[in-house]
């Protein structure tokens, strides 16, 4: 395992919150396992705004103690078992929320303001069991009541790109959630396919979908870093190799041995 | 051509509750609705455009800004129609994604309410799709509320449920009741089989009718075209039906 990824999983220490992008939007899956090796515990995650794989293996894993998030899966290869299981034995604090709910949080972040209003919720059990949040009645309108939701502000954003240069900027693209988590996070992990001697920013057409380097912590160069997720733009998901982890993490011990096998890179065949 | 497969008969039933949308979402994990969605684009072809967004699709998603636009696009009222599934689903159009028993340490987790509690409240055509038609599924009362079906006068609501398709029937909602009316019963099914599959109660004629099948042009449509487009984000699920296919073929005769 590359020590740069060794490098940046040491950044994450116990109790801190983690933002991690939806399952298509890009997927540090190279980041998982240097996660794991070092073993800061007590996570509270953040999906922007479900999870999936990379979720379903930290809390298998045991270093996490809450989950924020709109949905867990591993999409179609089913239920994410690991988080299941947690959810079931109460080993995890479940934080529900719905997708547009944690989008706001982030965006209020962003911003440097203490909270967004939304829409819907009201009446749903999602809002029931959120203290957190709030409902006010609009004050510019009368007898319209209107949820609010707190900023979220995560410790560390993990994501996975296609590239990066030498000065750090993070090209992303259309997929925007990945700026927003980063200028929410106080520290943003990027790993990438692989890195440019250009600058991203010294052409339009790349400076429109670069995030840049302000934002960013750390950069690392892992190839296929999304797998067995994909990553748009580059290769697609490997719906087997879900299949095969959904399959073998329906118990601890089937979870295990898989890992023991998961380096977080395509092996070649 | 071999007779309509069943969930080729739910397919272009969803096509048909999509009549006249001008943009539809599908969310994660929805096969059925994003092939119904590109079925519907296919029959309008060049009479009006059919805008089609999938998430977790690269093809199929013109969106820009992230995964907040789709919600941000419903906000502003330019998103006609979307899809929810639901673990269960209650007579009040209730819709539970959570799971079953005692929140928060349910018996059985599901993955969780996506974006259900706004699309719901913003969306004016919602459809509920749940294949798997019990009384496990279709409850009197949900466990938990991901999506009330209903709200408050004075809650700000431009959307909600519509209908409800499973595999064995259709059901219209009329939320000043609020409740679900039958609609029409699926090939091979009645109206007894549907009594005993609800666990909820529900309107319906004394002769429930049938629910249309395809005709040869629009399966031609479904199994050329659409089954193509869908391959490339529900890989998997376009594969099984390719199969289901030929068996049909093979047989010579439908299932």
Same mark, same amino acid.
Do not use: C, Q, V
């Given at each position: 395992m590359a020590q740069d990824l060794r490098d940046m999983a040491r950044r994450v220490t116990p109790g801190m919150s983690l933002a991690l992008p939806v399952d298509y939007a890009g997927v540090s899956m190279a980041m998982t396992r240097p996660l794991i090796e070092h073993g800061a515990g007590g996570l509270h995650l953040v999906c922007v705004p479900t999870g999936g794989l990379q979720v379903d293996m930290l809390i298998g894993a045991g270093l996490v103690a809450t989950v924020e998030t709109s949905a867990v899966s591993l999409g179609e290869a089913g239920g994410a078992p690991r988080f299941n299981d947690a959810v079931r034995q109460g080993d995890i604090r479940i934080l529900d929320a719905t997708c547009p709910a944690i989008h706001a949080g982030l965006m209020a972040a962003q911003k440097g303001v203490p909270f967004l209003p939304i829409r819907g919720l009201i009446g749903s059990d999602v809002l029931a069991n959120r203290p957190d949040w709030r409902v006010i009645d609009n004050p510019f309108a009368a007898s319209d009541p209107v949820a609010l939701i707190p900023a979220i502000r995560p410790d560390v954003a993990i994501f996975h790109a296609p590239m990066a240069d030498r000065e750090g900027n993070v090209w992303i693209g259309r997929r925007r959630e990945l700026a927003a988590m980063a200028y929410a996070a106080s520290e943003t992990l990027v790993t990438v396919e692989r890195i440019v001697d250009r600058s991203l920013l010294a052409d339009e057409m790349t400076a429109a979908g670069t995030l840049p380097a302000l934002y960013v912590s750390a950069v690392a160069q892992a190839p296929r870093g999304a797998?067995?997720?994909g990553l748009w733009?580059?290769?697609?998901?490997?719906?087997?190799?879900?299949? +095969?982890? &959904?399959? &073998? &993490? +329906?118990? &601890?011990?089937?979870?295990a041995e898989y890992m023991a096998g998961f380096v977080g890179q395509e092996v070649p065949a | 051509m071999s007779a309509a497969l069943p969930r080729e008969i739910l397919i272009c039933t969803i096509a048909r509750l999509l009549d006249g949308v001008r943009h539809v979402a599908v969310g994660a994990s929805s096969p059925m609705p994003a092939a119904g969605a590109m079925l519907r684009r296919a029959l309008d072809d060049g009479q009006r455009p059919v805008r089609l967004s999938i998430l977790g699709s690269v093809e199929h998603n013109f969106f820009t800004n992230g995964s907040a636009e789709l919600f941000d696009s419903a906000g502003q009222g330019r998103l006609d129609a979307f899809f929810l599934g639901g673990g269960q689903i209650d007579g009040q159009a209730n819709v539970n994604l959570v799971g079953v028993g005692d929140y928060p340490q349910v018996k059985v987790r599901w993955p969780g309410s996506f974006g259900s509690a706004y699309l719901y409240f913003t969306v004016p055509r919602v459809i509920l799709f749940r294949e798997e038609h019990s009384p496990r599924v279709l409850v009197d009362k949900v466990d938990f509320i991901s999506a009330p079906g209903t709200s408050a006068p004075g809650v700000y609501r431009t959307g909600g449920p519509v209908a409800l398709l499973t595999g064995k029937a259709l059901f219209r909602f009329d939320k000043a009741r609020p409740g679900f009316t039958l609609e029409s019963v699926h090939p091979g099914h009645d109206l007894d089989e549907i009594r005993a599959a609800t666990g909820f109660a529900f309107d319906h004629a004394e002769t429930p009718a049938a629910t249309p099948a395809p005709d040869t042009a629009t399966l031609s449509l479904l199994r050329g075209r659409v089954l193509d487009e869908l391959a490339e984000t529900y890989p998997a699920f376009a594969a099984e039906w390719r199969s289901d296919l030929a068996a049909l073929t093979r047989e010579g005769s439908p299932a």
């Open positions: 797998w067995p997720y733009g580059e290769y697609a998901s490997d719906t087997d190799e879900l299949m +095969r982890y &959904a399959a &073998a &993490a +329906r118990t &601890a011990k089937g979870f | -």
